[in-house]
């Protein structure tokens, strides 16, 4: 039980690229820390560097108020899941577990007493006398916990511990994780590339981009209100959609639609001419099916719908644009970066399933601008954050915003509200210093709504 | 379709005999002179041109014999000496170089590698009347350490070679874990890293044992009495029971005699090292 500080840490690996690059994050005590980003961000090195496994270069590492640069892995008194979660093979369960306790020179009585009860709350005591190879992933990863679990470690760390895993396992390990988490309170750093684990698992999730830490908010205001294009590209599921936004006669000019240009970026773009708005699926609607009283906010359009895919609780169509070349090369470098699947050349639009749009066809669809995202495409700055969170604080209590992510089945959407101010506190500029963030963590405090 | 179909298996039956046809003959081929040894170690020397392959008579006498000439019981007492010497010394040493060269970055990482293989192809001939020389002058002529050291130095590079494969299977992660479970650099070495090196180390002590168990170029060269001198080349100096036999029936009873234990050595530990090698995994 200790919070983890790091100040201006950086790694340099020997061929000088900065695989961590001045990252400044405050990891309360108890909190659940979720490092996201995609592969070769720098997680696991930041992760590394907290364990002691990889040498800081420079910045300090503080483990509940100690600095601990120079201290050995083993008297840091963490413990870790590695991805591959690392068992000794010619150790049973039971040993594997108890190895920790017998390096610290616990008694057996004791060493029995606590493997048992890990065994006991990981589901593992018929397996004590087993060895790892006779186990199958989800035991195994089980086993990795119960050596985690079984010594009062100051905090756990994770490296993507359940990316060796089929999809539905690693469903039920999330909310086992979550669970067990809740019950110790101990501080925990969870590193995955798997946006869907970071949304519903953590307190607050840092966002990483090549070293730099790009945002460390609640998963809901990242969600909501992502710092930068590389953020709001990185989170959601199916994706943001971005499209080519002309700036002409103080109007922003999108592929089917025009609106007025908002007062607050239009002092923020100078002479510039050609921004990207960032639009949610969701965000969209099949125009028919509006209410009456919320129509007058948005503005109705017509596209050629070009694919829909109907899938019951939920219906995409597909609506390809042309975009200008400068803006198609931005997105195509932020989706290689991003690892992403979906062709940005077409919007994703999520529909109500009993919408009657089709193929092929022509239809009408409906969108509240002020919805919109607009980022600058050189800084990837989003310039209408401020007023996002100035709507969001007006419209106060509103349960209006969907669930974030994907639609997982077992994945118990983030229903906690975060408490307005301490997610925006938390976050500052791109790129920069990500410090200074609540000293609790934003989420219900005794876990249960998350945990269900 | 349907004739390929049928046309198969026949000339699957043909594959399948021609290939236990040449199991067999290269069965024979390697046995035959094995075979022909313990029966001629079963002979009486008498009977030796009996132009049979097996004895007229079987006996146990040329056992006897070698096991009540001195020659032999010493040249075996020197050869399971020195070798078992010379492999434990040539094991740790290994392991410990393969480990800092499977795990560590240090400058020359390269160049010691390629000695290490320059040496262990290198002619040992070519050293043998030098050192023969050398250890007359520093008094390690016919002296245990005398043979011991050039076992060690002629074993140790193929040892490093198979023990730091074996070393960068093993996950890092493996130590890194004990480390973070609380190891020192020396428990997470030996704690988690050695025994999962075992079936390696084993397969290495084997290689290093045989390599001087059966060297005869240095036991002929490095000796000159009982002090040190090792079974093979004992077995040259034989002259059985009396002066006016010939020697060869207990030639090879003495021969068979140093073969059994290596035939057990091996089937005992090659249980341990694919038992070792399957009960691996770390990840499935
Ligand atoms: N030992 C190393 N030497 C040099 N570069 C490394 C080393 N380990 C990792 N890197 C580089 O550092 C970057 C971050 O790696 P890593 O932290 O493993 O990424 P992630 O866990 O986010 O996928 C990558 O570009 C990787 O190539
Ligand atoms: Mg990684």
């Known amino acids: 039980m200790a919070p983890i500080t790091m100040n201006h840490v950086t790694k340099v690996y020997g061929d000088g690229y900065p695989a961590v690059n001045d990252v400044s994050l405050d990891i309360a005590d108890g909190e659940f820390m979720i490092l996201v980003g995609p592969s070769g961000c720098g997680k696991s090195t930041l992760l590394r560097m907290i364990v002691g496994l990889e040498d800081i270069s420079s910045g300090d590492m503080l483990i509940g108020g100690e600095r601990v640069n120079e201290k050995a892995p083993r008297d840091r008194n963490l413990s870790m899941v590695f991805q591959n979660y690392a068992l000794y093979p010619h150790l049973t369960v039971y040993e594997n577990i108890a190895f920790p306790l017998r390096l610290k020179g616990v008694s057996d009585e004791e060493i029995k007493r606590r493997v048992e009860e890990a065994a006991t709350t990981l589901e593992l005591t018929e397996h004590l006398q087993r060895k790892p190879s006779q186990l199958s992933g989800g035991q195994r990863q089980r086993v990795a916990m119960g050596r985690a679990i079984v010594r009062q470690a100051s905090a756990f760390l994770f490296d993507e511990p359940l990316s060796n895993l089929d999809a539905k396992l690693r469903g039920q390990m999330r909310t086992e994780i979550l669970r067990l988490q809740r019950r110790l309170d101990t501080t925990t750093v969870y590193v995955t590339h798997d946006q869907t684990e970071a949304m519903t698992l953590g307190d607050r999730v840092a966002v990483m981009r090549k070293g730099v830490l790009q945002q460390v908010a609640s998963p809901r205001e990242l969600y909501e209100q992502p710092l930068n294009l590389f953020v709001a590209g990185f989170i959601g599921s199916p994706p943001m959609n971005f499209l080519p936004a002309a700036i002409e006669n103080n109007q922003v000019k999108l592929p089917f639609l025009s609106y007025p240009l908002p007062r607050e970026v ?26 009456e009283n919320k129509r007058d906010r948005g ?79 050189r800084t990837g700055k989003n310039l209408t954050r401020e007023m996002t969170i100035a709507a969001q604080a007006a419209a106060a209590p509103a349960p209006a915003a969907p669930a974030p992510a994907a639609p997982a089945p077992a994945a118990p959407a983030p229903a906690a509200a975060a408490p307005a101010g301490a997610g925006s506190a938390s976050t500052s500029a791109a790129g920069a210093s990500a410090t200074g963030g609540p000293a609790e963590p934003p989420a219900a405090p005794d876990g249960s709504v998350r945990a269900t | 379709m349907t004739s390929t179909a049928t046309a198969a298996p026949p000339k699957q039956r043909r594959q399948r005999t021609i290939s236990i046809g040449g199991a067999i003959l290269i069965v024979i081929y390697t046995m035959l002179p094995i075979v022909w040894i313990l029966s001629l170690s079963l002979k009486s020397p008498g009977d030796l041109t009996n132009k049979k392959f097996l004895p007229s008579h079987w006996t146990l006498g040329n056992y006897r014999t070698v096991f009540k000439t001195s020659l032999f019981t010493d040249a075996l007492r020197n050869s399971i000496g020195i070798s078992l010497i010379a492999t434990v010394i040539g094991v740790v040493v290994a392991t410990f170089a393969a480990y800092a060269i499977a795990r560590l970055d240090f400058p020359g990482k390269r160049a ?119 079974v093979p080349a004992a077995l040259a100096f034989f002259t059985g029971a009396s002066q006016f036999q010939q020697p060869t029936t207990a030639i090879a009873a003495g021969a068979i005699v140093v073969t059994v234990p290596i035939i057990i050595l091996v089937l005992v530990f090659q249980r341990r090292i694919v038992a070792g090698l399957t009960a691996g995994a770390v990840k499935g």
């Open chain 1, 266 to 291: 239009a002092a923020q773009i100078g002479s510039s001419d050609l921004l990207i708005a960032g639009i949610r699926p969701e965000h969209f609607a099949d125009s028919s099916l509006v209410d």
């Open chain 1, 299 to 377: 503005i109705t359009f017509e596209v050629k719908v070009d694919v829909t895919e109907w899938l019951g609780s939920q219906q995409y169509a597909y609506v390809p644009f042309e975009a200008p070349d400068e803006i198609t090369r931005h997105l195509a470098e932020l989706q290689q970066e991003l690892d992403s699947e979906h062709m940005r050349t077409q919007m994703i639009v999520s529909l109500d399933p009993a919408s009657r749009i089709r193929d092929g066809a022509k239809s009408e669809l409906w969108l509240d601008p002020s919805r919109v995202h607009l980022f600058d495409p």
């Open chain 2, 112 to 230: 010691i590698l390629s000695l290490a293989l320059a040496i262990a192809i290198f002619p040992q001939v070519a050293l043998l009347g030098s050192l023969f020389s050398m250890w007359r002058a520093v008094k390690l002529y016919d002296t245990w350490p005398g043979l011991i050291i050039p076992y060690v130095s002629f074993t140790l590079p193929l040892s490093i070679w198979v023990l730091s494969a074996f070393f960068r299977e093993i996950p890092w992660e493996m130590e890194q874990a004990a480390q973070v479970d609380g190891a020192t650099a020396w428990q997470a070495f030996t704690k988690a890293i050695v025994p999962l090196a075992a079936p390696g180390v084993f397969t290495t002590a084997i290689i290093a044992f045989f390599a001087a168990w059966q060297d005869f170029a240095f036991a002929i060269t490095l000796t000159s009495t009982n002090r040190a001198r090792t």
